[in-house]
């Protein structure tokens, strides 16, 4: 489907061409890049309400600076739809997060203007700074370096260290505030109410145009011009705003709040700090999902809300004609309520993903025993620690490829330690449309070499709930449970809870020749390949194991001495992985069997739906039952000569 670009939209490829536009005309370029959003997005999905706000910036920042020479460095990127509008991929945005098609983040290789890949929070000042060191090393004092970073991540430690580094430096770097007060849900914290109290201190506002303008006329002062600015606009700051001293305490020079929608005010503003050498922030005020009302009313549904009727808002979804399974998020959500009603020390915590993870549900119902900590996976995991090392059960929910952010911590602050936090990594494997940098793919190889932690991962929702209730009455270690974006496979999923044994496999379909053992929810594939088998008279085993650690030695025994040849499927990177772990099972007690491991190839896996990329890295239940097939035939092949 053709999506036209309005009459200026048109004529822009590139920003080159957008510096031939009037600057009288930019509204009308943003209200056209705003709709061409709205309409894309309505009909193909995707991210949205961060792409809305941002618009003016977007619009202003190729105006204003000489990109992809300029560097400009979106943080999370998320939001970065019109500057990839902007600069050459208007023509092919419809294919935006699809298979093969567009990234829905920055991606270097897909573009010279997008100076960073990103995907994850909190990245962008420490890469723009890398980036102003080399290029000052090179002799390139003239090339500016911008970091767009939201008030949810700056909420993120590296952020903050990047910025004490930046401030001891004179490189030319422009951090750029986008001041929403959201993330995907609300933001959270003291950084949150420090920012809400300079956009709303009259006493700074009233005084903030006049500093501008001193700012600006600074030759009028003489060759003791810097001096002079640098007393009044510190002296006025310390009077009227004292809370600038959390970023001019850094050295980094504090501008704004500027409304970030009047984007000819901003392009003012800009062309003005182009002049201002050193590190430096502008703080703009934004709106997520501005243009789109919907939108702004609701900003946490409208993050990436799918597809949607433009004109009247309705969110486009299909209607089941059965029952139909809930999300794995869902069942977690409804559990650890379920599960903290029974047990008074169980609590939840999770860096910035309520929502996200649906501990909202423990969040609105038990208050004081959820915590959203922000956009802070460090913090999330040896906060965790500290409410166990005082008897508490802390269900310590991240998504498996923020939980990379917090590896050392899980090391240091809780394995090492014995304690017991329960890690529920949602988003586990392949993540979607979401693409390799939300992608959980080495999750299992990460926890597994790490001593005294417990690696499991459910098949299903029944599960599910059951692993959450066994972690929780664990008390010598962590504990790690797994599991996938999407939906289970059990519509009537609120089961009896039991305990499970720690290290505990099942037999799942008993056959002849062949073993399938699985790890998760991907087991789902294999059973459907099975049924597949057993229509063209293959009969096979399949063992759910449920863990990765500690294995279940009793099954693997008996599966190797029953069958010659042995399959492992997992939705997790192979190296170090789950079938590793049963190839050294295999070899340290001496079986020859052979095995093949089916998984996520040692290469990076781009975007696209789950079942596509479960078909291109070969571990669809086509995939299972070809390889059943070519092993058994291999075995004929054998026999015959």
């Known amino acids: 489907m053709e999506i036209k670009a309005g009459e200026l939209l048109a004529q822009i490829s590139n920003p080159d061409d957008l510096k031939k536009i009037d600057l009288v005309q930019l509204s009308q370029v943003?209200?056209?890049?705003?709709?061409?959003?709205?309409?894309?997005?309505?009909?193909?999905?995707g991210h949205f309400g961060a792409s809305l706000g941002v618009v003016e910036l977007t619009v202003a920042l190729h105006y204003v600076f000489n990109t992809p020479d300029d560097q400009l460095i979106w943080d999370v990127g998320h939001q970065a739809y019109g500057h990839k509008i902007l600069t050459g991929r208007r023509g092919h945005f419809h294919t935006n997060r699809l298979y093969k098609g567009l990234s829905g983040f920055p991606k270097r290789s897909e573009s010279e203007y997008d100076a960073f890949g990103v995907g994850h929070s909190s990245t962008s000042i420490s890469a723009a700074l890398g980036m102003a060191f080399a290029s000052d090393y090179e002799g390139n004092k003239d090339r500016h370096h911008i970091a767009v970073i939201g008030d949810g991540a700056m909420t993120g430690g590296m952020a903050f260290e990047a910025m004490n580094h930046a401030g001891d430096s004179n490189k030319n770097l422009l951090i750029i505030l986008n001041d929403n007060c959201m993330s995907i849900d609300p933001n959270v914290g003291a950084l949150k109410d420090y920012l809400t109290d300079i956009t709303t201190s009259q006493a700074y506002n009233k005084f903030r145009d006049d500093i501008w303008k001193i700012l600006g006329k600074i030759s009028k002062f003489g060759p003791n011009a810097r001096e002079i600015v640098g007393k009044v606009e510190s002296s006025v700051k310390s009077f009227l705003l004292k809370q600038s001293n959390l970023f001019e305490s850094l050295n980094l020079r504090y501008f704004g709040p500027v409304d970030g929608h009047d984007v000819n005010h901003l392009v003012h503003v800009l062309n003005d700090l182009k002049n201002i050498p050193g590190p430096k922030i502008l703080h703009c005020v934004t709106v997520k999902g501005k243009g789109y009302k919907q939108a702004e009313l609701d900003q946490t549904k409208w993050h990436a809300p799918g597809k949607f009727d433009k004109i009247t808002g309705e969110i486009r979804k299909t209607v089941p004609t059965e029952p139909k399974p809930p999300k794995y998020q869902q069942v977690f959500g409804h559990t650890i309520v379920e599960l903290a009603k029974n047990n008074d020390k169980i609590m939840g915590v999770t860096p910035a993903m309520p929502s996200g993870s649906s501990l909202n549900i423990m969040m609105a119902?038990?208050?004081?025993?959820?915590?959203?900590?922000?956009?802070?996976?460090?913090?999330?995991?040896?906060?965790?620690?500290?409410?166990?090392?005082?008897?508490?059960?802390?269900?310590?929910?991240?998504?498996?490829?923020?939980?990379?952010?917090?590896?050392?911590q899980v090391i240091h602050d809780v394995a090492i330690q014995k304690l017991p936090v329960v890690f529920c990594l949602d988003r586990a494997g392949i993540a979607g449309a979401d693409g390799p940098t939300h992608h959980g793919a080495y999750d299992i190889a990460y926890m597994r070499c790490i001593p005294n932690m417990v690696i499991a991962a459910p098949m299903n929702e029944e599960e599910l709930r059951n692993l959450m209730f066994t972690a929780s009455e664990h008390k010598e270690g962590p504990f790690t449970i797994r599991y996938p974006r999407g939906e289970g496979v059990m519509p009537e999923w609120r089961t009896a809870i039991e305990n499970v044994g720690i290290g505990k496999g099942r037999l799942v379909r008993a056959g002849e020749e062949v073993a399938i053992l699985t790890i998760g929810h991907i087991g789902n594939y294999a059973v459907k390949a099975a049924e597949q088998l057993e229509a063209i008279g293959i009969n096979v085993s399949h063992y759910d194991m449920r863990f990765v650690k500690p294995l279940d030695e009793e099954l693997l025994h008996e599966v190797f001495s029953k069958h010659q040849k042995?399959?492992?499927?997992?939705?997790?990177?192979?190296?170090?992985?789950?079938?590793?772990?049963?190839?050294?099972?295999?070899?340290?007690?001496?079986?020859?069997?052979?095995?093949t491991r089916l998984g996520m190839p040692d290469k990076i896996v781009e975007h696209g739906t789950q079942d596509e990329l479960y078909a291109e890295c070969g571990y669809n239940d086509l995939a299972i039952k070809n390889t059943v097939i070519k092993m058994l035939e291999h075995a004929s092949a054998t026999v015959e000569l």
């Open 30 to 45: 943003c209200d056209e890049l705003r709709e061409y959003i709205v309409d894309h997005v309505s009909v193909f999905g």
């Open 365 to 408: 119902e038990m208050p004081d025993r959820a915590f959203d900590v922000g956009i802070a996976e460090q913090h999330a995991v040896t906060f965790s620690a500290g409410l166990a090392a005082q008897g508490m059960v802390p269900f310590c929910n991240i998504y498996s490829s923020f939980m990379q952010r917090a590896y050392d």
């Open 566 to 595: 042995v399959i492992t499927v997992e939705d997790g990177c192979l190296p170090g992985g789950f079938g590793s772990a049963i190839a050294e099972f295999m070899v340290d007690n001496q079986y020859h069997n052979q095995i």
